[in-house]
């Protein structure tokens, strides 16, 4: 079934999962703050809107993958924003990484006039975006994840519905704590071993066969063995969730006294010019500065 | 000169009253009549809003909650900014982030008035004996200016520099008495898991390299277990999260504070935001079994 299927935030990410629903046969229109963004996509077929909101008028769904959520609480509630151009039924899905709370606002205003939302951040990265294995976690009603449903099959793997709006959010927060308390461990491991003179790769090697095995240490262990740090993701943008995650934190009073300390060894890693650099250089910051 | 005071709670009211108490002609305005009424009687003029304040004054204190009501008090609508005779000086004593002073100092700098950022230490105690303890930032001809008013408030008021300065002065007030409170709780619940007297081993310590204002104290006051605020935890919180907000902002790398950050999360979602922040000992001693 097609489906006319808007799309706004052609980045590393948007980009090849916008490509993939135009190759699944849906019919595209994109909307982006600089149109030669969208020159790729434009000559493999999708149509170009001049506003969020004409964007809206003219799909069933949109989905958004922008940075921050400001960015998305303009898109869907500013002036021309997709509010103006929705007709009753239409959903806005947005799989940026944002705060909760503006996920359930955002919802609240759709809500009013009969416009579905989703909130469905995802885990898997560039790779993950380009190999439609995303892994998407939902927050908002059943009904409208069920309209869903065919989009998503071509962007990812797999698909959780959490709760209502706002928990997708939540378990993007949780999974983003977990994976960079995880690099900061493995980042102190190998630091360790390196203070020792101990070859870095031999030991990733060894503790992947055992309990200490995981997706992190695979993929971390091993960029930061090779002092590979090119991004990936860039750790400015793991910086900017860990300050979503500790603010939500102080809201509901939850002590995360792991993930703070992870946060300032972020806050280390920006100011020592690494924000662009990925997230494995947590091991440059444990490394002696020199004179 | 004329002196305007806006935001009469547990801070305001006394600063507020140590102004008429050192003769001063003064013009308060709070956001409830009933937090106006004790100024009244004691001789203070009541305006309709901010603007009204400023309108009649030269120079206007605030004392509110957050960066919201600052930013609303300076430049919202009846806002001193509204009001304000030219040269008019503004001083905000709440605690906010020095970024948000710095915001609000500018954009009033273009409508003709001064800021200073003035935040204070000191608590209750020290608004009511005017012993408050006050840390400036701004324009040092008006900080001459509002010497003597400062002088009525406070024992000492220190230029720290520019607009937002006083608030950077403050938030390291908040990570050493934040962090302070923490040690003291831990030394005391270490001493305790021990089987040792943290009585004696306050006294003891007094002598020494550890010597504090906090181990002297909120130390006596975790002896006697006296958790009635004081400073309440859940405000300590608030400003630790300004704290680790600017630490984000710069790139800087605060273990200790944040540490500290957490504990205070803990103890505010344990139903303890109310109480003094050296309920953090109940915490510890909660997590470390009795």
Not at chain 1, 203 to 219: F, K
Not at chain 1, 280 to 290: D, F
Not at chain 2, 278 to 286: G, P, R
Request: hydrophobic share 50%; charged share 20%; aromatic share 4%.
């Amino acid at each position: 079934m097609t489906v006319r299927v808007g799309f706004v935030g052609l980045g590393v990410m948007g980009r090849p999962m916008a490509g993939h629903l135009l190759a699944a046969g849906h019919e595209l229109a994109v909307w982006a703050r600089r149109p030669e963004s969208a020159a790729p996509l434009l000559e493999a077929g999708a149509s170009f809107c001049a506003t969020p909101a004409e964007l809206a008028s003219r799909c069933e769904v949109v989905i958004s993958v922008v940075t921050a959520s400001a960015d998305v609480e303009n898109l869907a509630l500013g002036a021309g924003g997709l509010i103006e151009g929705f007709a009753p039924g239409g959903i806005h899905v947005d799989m940026s990484t944002i705060a909760p709370g503006t996920a359930r606002k955002v919802a609240a205003s759709y809500a009013e006039r009969g416009i579905g939302w989703l909130d469905a951040p995802v885990s898997g990265g560039e790779i993950g975006a380009r190999d439609a294995t995303l892994a998407i976690m939902a927050g908002g009603e059943a009904d409208v994840l069920e309209r869903v449903r065919p989009l998503f099959a071509a962007l990812g793997k797999t698909v959780v519905h959490i709760g209502p709006a706002g928990a997708g959010q939540v378990a993007k927060a949780c999974n983003q704590m977990i994976m960079v308390n995880a690099i900061q461990a493995c980042a102190e491991a190998m630091r360790l071993a390196g203070a020792h003179g101990v070859d870095l790769a031999r030991v990733r090697e060894a503790l992947m066969g055992g309990s200490a095995g995981s997706r992190v240490l695979d993929v971390m262990g091993d960029r930061m063995a090779r002092r590979d740090f090119v991004a990936g993701i860039q750790s400015r943008l793991h910086h900017k969730d860990f300050a979503i995650l500790m603010e939500e934190a102080r809201q509901l009073g939850a002590p995360l006294p792991v993930a703070a300390q992870t946060w300032q060894q972020l806050n280390a890693l920006m100011a020592m010019g690494g924000g662009r650099d990925d997230t494995a250089s947590l091991l440059k910051v444990l490394e002696p500065t020199g004179e | 000169m004329k002196v305007g005071f806006i935001g009469l709670g547990i801070m305001g009211r006394p600063m507020a009253l140590n102004l008429l108490k050192g003769g001063y002609d003064v013009t308060v305005w709070a956001r409830r009549a009933e937090s106006m009424a004790p100024l009244l009687e004691a001789g203070a003029k009541g305006a309709a809003n901010s603007a009204a304040v400023a309108a009649a004054c030269d120079v206007v204190f605030s004392m509110v909650a957050d960066a919201a009501d600052v930013e609303q008090v300076a430049l919202g609508v009846g806002g001193v900014a509204e009001g304000a005779k030219a040269g008019l000086i503004y001083v905000d004593m709440s605690t906010i982030a020095p970024a948000a002073a710095q915001s609000i100092a500018a954009r009033l700098a273009e409508r003709g008035v001064t800021m200073l950022d003035a935040p204070v230490s000191g608590g209750e105690v020290g608004a009511i004996n005017a012993g408050l303890t006050i840390m400036v930032g701004g324009d040092e001809a008006a900080f001459e200016t509002a010497k003597p008013l400062f002088a009525c408030m406070g024992k000492a008021a220190t230029l720290i520099g520019g607009p937002g300065a006083g608030q950077v002065a403050k938030a390291c007030n908040q990570i050493l008495t934040g962090v302070g409170v923490m040690a003291v709780a831990e030394a005391f619940n270490f001493a305790r898991k021990s089987g040792v007297d943290a009585g004696r081993v306050r006294e003891a310590l007094l002598g020494g390299f550890a010597y504090s204002r906090i181990l002297e104290n909120h130390g006596q006051r975790m002896l006697d277990r006296n958790f009635k605020p004081g400073f309440k935890a859940w405000m300590h919180q608030k400003d630790m999260n300004i704290v680790m907000q600017e630490a984000h902002r710069l790139g800087l790398m605060l273990p200790s504070s944040a540490a500290t950050a957490q504990l205070f999360n803990a103890l505010v979602g344990s139903g303890m935001g109310e109480e003094d922040s050296i309920a953090a000992l109940k915490l510890l001693e909660n997590l470390s079994g009795e």
